[in-house]
């Protein structure tokens, strides 16, 4: 999970893995994989930031680039 704060000034936490797009206009706008819109007041690059550190968090980095290493061997 990552936390944002929405237009509003309220802070949401979402589900890093559900997000499909974001989208600086000039708000910026996160898209998840259902559909639904959230308007944050963090920049897209912030946001960008807390995912790869989330999914660091997680392990899923770290499996990934395991993964391509031994893909590329």
Avoid: C, W
Avoid at 11 to 40: F, H, M, Q, R, Y
Avoid at 48 to 61: A, R, S
Wanted: proline residues 1%; glycine residues 6%; positive net charge.
């Amino acid at each position: 999970m990552i936390t944002v704060t929405r237009i509003n000034g309220k802070k949401v936490s979402i589900n890093a893995l559900l997000i499909e797009t974001i989208e600086d206009i000039p708000e910026t706008i996160i898209t998840l994989t259902n559909g639904k819109k959230i308007l944050v007041l963090e920049k897209v690059k912030d946001v960008i930031v807390l995912i790869k550190n989330y999914l660091h968090d997680i392990g899923i980095m770290n499996a990934a680039v395991k993964s391509q290493n031994v893909e590329g061997s």
